[in-house]
């Protein structure tokens, strides 16, 4: 079982930056691909990027050069660095473990969610 907190959403105007912490609970947290997802209201949730290890990443296009993605094996916990914040960014953020041994981008394969942190990005 992996447990997971999401933490750092909040409001910021366009071009502004955030960083959300995902917090994990699993001792073998370091085996999981850990994967950010976001979801609008009245969308799907949608990908947005994923990590495996340092340097086995993946972005959906549209926040790539803009949102790095990180984490921390030491302190159980993974990162995604926000900056140049756009109004489209809004929607509840999730974090998600797969028990992977590679980067996964689909979230049917990510079998552990945490709650959710809002991001609002005003114009």
């Known amino acids: 079982q992996v447990q997971l907190v999401e933490s750092g959403g909040g409001l910021v105007q366009a071009g502004g930056s955030l960083r959300l912490s995902c917090a994990a609970s699993?001792?073998?947290?370091?085996?999981?691909?850990i994967g950010w997802f976001r979801q609008a209201p009245e969308k799907q949730r949608e990908f947005v990027a994923a990590?495996?290890?340092?340097?086995?990443?993946s972005y959906t296009d549209a926040v790539k050069g803009r949102f790095t993605i990180s984490r921390d094996i030491a302190r159980n916990a993974v990162y995604l660095q926000m900056n140049s914040l756009k109004p489209e960014d809004t929607a509840v953020y999730y974090c998600?473990?797969?028990?992977?041994?590679?980067?996964?981008?689909?979230?049917?394969?990510?079998?552990?969610w945490g709650q959710g942190t809002q991001v609002t990005v005003s114009s």
């Open positions: 998600a473990a797969a028990s992977f041994a590679r980067v996964v981008i689909d979230p049917d394969e990510y079998g552990f």
């Open positions: 699993a001792r073998t947290f370091s085996n999981y691909a």
């Open positions: 990590i495996r290890r340092p340097g086995d990443t």
